[in-house]
Structures are given as structure tokens and as C-alpha cells.
């Protein structure tokens, strides 16, 4: 009866910018005698780490220093497609749709006049106009209309609540 | 054969798919296994006295910042009345309600108002500062690099971009210490303040109260988060993704275990194998 013999031989290597890469060979072959596994898998996993160990040494592209970390930065300046500083696809406003949304939800349920609402960012911001806010601000403006409104604002965080108190 | 063990229906690619704040971060790069409890398993444990003062004191403070946003009277004696009704709302709120010794509550309550009252008499911040924002939501989608969105909510951002994050502590912080043990919340919160402005902060403050028989303040400044601290953070980042990939998942005894509510759990723990 014929035996199966799987193996698989994986090097995964560190390269500059936080980056890695990995190469992996995998091969079934067949023997007929139990006793011949050991000599077989040393014959395998030779032949994979030379395979493996020749082919690896090609990194492709590898990210310079400050690869990521640029983007990153680079998001706070607008450089991001739904960066604070220009629009973020939805029309002209500044924040978020998802704020977006929200904040003319709230003025829906709460039959808020756009003046009121106008003011408020006013008085909170010196905006001249809510579409104007960036997404710092339409956090804010959020809260205080549902704050305004008879509502609590959201516990925020990700930590699973305790017993009680805030999450984060 | 020997099984990872699979003690909660969580597992790791449902938490890699929850948004990542400073806390979690810092969480799992401190001890991993404290992480697993508090993040996969969701193990839930009561609160202690020290955090819900904490609590108390921070509310206290929310509530003076707002006043002060809306320009409401923010007084001592208009900030008493906020406190003690949140103090007495928090806890009725709690699932487990903290078991308090004789009169401990009330020496408590009363350590966190003079915490709040010191704060208001010393605090840098003019009464009549209208803040930019406070106790803010940010978010910022990180997909692009292949990371998890980042989250955080920030105590305070003062005039001309300026983030404040508030602290209470036992002990008086060093300044430098002080900001190398936060360096990866305030990256945090700089990258959260830069992607939802489209502007970079001007600074960042930690206001440390200190919980000594006499209450101290100490504010410590720091510049704008440089290239170097962006990118140990977001080193940080990736880091977190491929430990949590591999649910690697090990305890790191020391100091910290005093404070930790989980050291039970921890020492119970068989090594995740089966």
C-alpha cells in the first residue's frame, strides 16, 4: 500500500519598513515502505529550504523609511480621500456622511429649524455654516443636539463595558 | 496532539475587525493575556473604588468644560451639584454596585471633590476659554495600510489645537516618564485630531491629578507628535494586527499584576493549551 507523504517548508523574512515577506513550497509524493519516511523527509526538506532559501532572496518592493507613516500624516492634511480638510464625498460638507446623516436625522426627528442648528455650530465653532464643520466639530455639534434634545450622547470606546462607568 | 484551547466563542478575527483606541493598544502591548480576558473572553469585573473616582473626578471635569462651552455659571458650588448627583447616578447604574466599607464612600466622595476643587484653582485653563472640543469621538480609517480604523475619545482640545488629556493618579508623575508611558495614546489622539480637522494640534497636555494627602496638579507639555513617534505608533499597529492574528496570547508578570483584575484569572490560566 502506498503511504502519502506531505511537506511543507515556510520562511517568512523582516525587510526595512515594517514590512516582511514569506515563501512557502509544499509537496505530496508517495512511498511504499514505512521505513523510508525518515530518509524521504530528509531528502524533502533539504531539497524545499534550498528551494525556498534560492527564490526568497528576490524582495521585490520593499517600502522605503516613512513608508505608511507619511500616509498617515498625511491623512491629517487632506491627503486622504475623506480627509477633515477637504470634502468627503458627500457634497460639500466637511465631516463624514455618516455625520452627515446623522446630524440632519437629528434635525428631522426633532423638527430642528436649519437656522437653530445654524446658530448653534455659530456659537459652538464661529462656523458660518453646519456643512462646514470638519469631523471634530460635527462630533460635538452631535452630541449637544442630542444633549439638547432630551437624549444622551453615546458611550463611546471599544473596551467592553464593566459594571458601569465609560469605556474607552 | 495538542489543541490552542477555544474557551470563548469570540476569536481573534472578530476582534481585529473592532476599531482600535490607545487603550486597547497599550493594553495588549503591556500584557496580551490581560487582553485576551478583557477583549476575547469579555470577562467582566467589578469596578474598583480607585476607578470610580476616577470616573467621578473626570466627569466632574467633562462638566466644567462643557459649562464653560455653553457659558453657563461653572462655579464650584454650580460644579458640586453635577458631581454628587453623577456620583449618585453612576452607581446606580452599576450591574455589581461597589461594596463600600462603613463610611468609605463618603470619605471617597469626598477625596474626589477636593481632587475637582484643587483642580479648578490651580488648572492653566482661564475659566472663560471656550474649548474646541471635549470628550469628542474621533475616528480615523486606516484600512488603506491594511490596520484595523482607530478610535479615541478626547478629553479636551483648548484653542488653536491644543489636546488635553486628563489623569488621576497616586503617585506624581515625572514629565518625561509621564509622556514616554502615554506616547502611544497621544500619538493616538494627535493622528485622531489631524485626520478629523485636516490640521495638526499645536500640543498636547496631560493633566495629572494626584491623589496625595494634599492634591497636586502637574501639567505636562509636549510638541506636536513628530515623524519618530508616528511611526513607533504605527509600528505599534502592525504589531498588534499579527500578535493578534497568532492569538498570541502570554501573561507578562510584574509590577502591574498588583492593580490587575484579572491576576486570578491569570494565574489560573493552563497556558491556552488543552
Wanted: with cysteine; hydrophobic share 35%; glycine share 8%.
Amino acid at each position: 500500500m502506498a503511504l502519502k507523504l506531505i511537506a511543507n517548508y515556510s520562511k517568512r523574512l523582516g525587510l526595512p519598513g515594517y514590512s516582511s515577506h514569506q515563501f512557502s513550497v509544499s509537496v505530496e509524493t508517495e512511498i511504499t515502505n514505512v521505513n523510508d519516511v525518515a530518509g524521504e523527509a530528509s531528502r524533502l526538506y533539504l531539497t524545499l529550504q534550498k528551494s525556498v532559501d534560492s527564490e526568497i532572496q528576490q524582495t521585490g518592493f520593499v517600502p522605503s523609511e516613512g513608508y505608511g507613516t507619511a500616509d498617515v500624516l498625511e491623512k491629517g492634511r487632506g491627503g486622504h480621500p475623506s480627509g477633515g480638510n477637504g470634502t468627503s464625498g458627500n457634497g460639500i460638507w466637511k465631516c463624514s456622511d455618516k455625520q452627515k446623516d446623522l446630524i440632519l436625522k437629528l434635525m428631522d426627528e426633532h423638527s430642528l429649524a436649519k437656522a437653530d442648528v445654524q446658530n448653534l455650530a455659530r456659537e459652538m465653532f464661529g462656523a458660518s455654516e453646519v456643512s462646514g464643520l470638519n469631523k471634530l466639530q460635527a462630533s460635538g455639534l452631535i452630541d449637544r443636539l442630542i444633549e439638547d434634545n432630551g437624549g444622551k450622547p453615546p458611550r463611546r470606546g471599544t473596551t467592553p463595558r464593566y459594571s458601569n462607568g465609560r469605556s474607552r | 496532539m495538542i489543541a490552542l484551547a477555544s474557551p470563548s466563542k469570540r476569536e481573534a478575527r472578530d476582534v481585529l475587525d473592532e476599531p482600535v483606541s490607545a487603550s486597547r493598544l497599550t493594553l495588549f502591548h503591556s500584557c496580551r493575556l490581560k487582553f485576551f480576558f478583557r477583549y476575547v473572553q469579555r470577562l467582566v469585573k467589578p469596578v474598583s473604588p480607585a476607578l470610580f473616582v476616577g470616573q467621578a473626578v473626570h466627569h466632574a471635569l467633562q462638566a466644567w468644560s462643557n459649562r464653560r462651552w455653553k457659558s453657563q455659571p461653572c462655579s464650584d458650588n454650580d460644579l458640586w451639584e453635577a458631581f454628587d448627583a453623577q456620583w449618585t447616578t453612576a452607581q446606580g447604574e452599576m450591574d455589581e454596585p461597589i461594596a463600600w466599607d462603613d463610611e468609605e464612600e463618603q470619605t471617597q466622595r469626598g477625596k474626589a471633590w477636593t481632587l475637582v476643587e484643587h483642580y479648578l484653582a490651580t488648572t492653566p485653563i482661564p475659566t472663560d476659554e471656550k474649548p474646541l472640543a471635549v470628550e469628542v469621538g474621533v475616528e480615523a480609517d486606516l484600512s488603506d495600510m491594511g490596520l484595523p480604523t482607530l478610535c479615541g475619545v478626547i478629553d479636551l482640545v483648548r484653542p488653536g489645537g491644543v489636546i488635553v488629556d486628563f489623569k488621576t493618579t497616586a503617585t506624581t508623575p515625572d514629565g518625561a516618564m509621564a509622556l514616554h508611558r502615554h506616547d502611544l495614546q497621544l500619538a493616538a489622539y494627535s493622528l485622531l485630531y489631524r485626520e478629523a480637522t485636516g490640521e495638526n494640534e499645536t500640543g498636547i497636555e496631560l493633566h495629572h491629578l494626584v491623589k496625595t494627602k494634599v492634591p497636586k496638579l502637574v501639567v505636562t507639555r509636549a510638541d506636536p507628535i513628530n515623524q519618530d513617534q508616528a511611526a513607533r505608533f504605527l509600528r505599534s499597529m502592525v504589531s498588534y494586527v499579527e500578535g493578534v492574528k497568532r492569538e498570541d496570547w502570554v501573561p507578562s508578570p510584574g509590577i502591574q499584576c498588583q492593580a490587575c483584575e484579572y491576576v486570578g484569572d491569570c494565574m489560573k490560566w493552563s497556558g491556552g493549551v488543552e
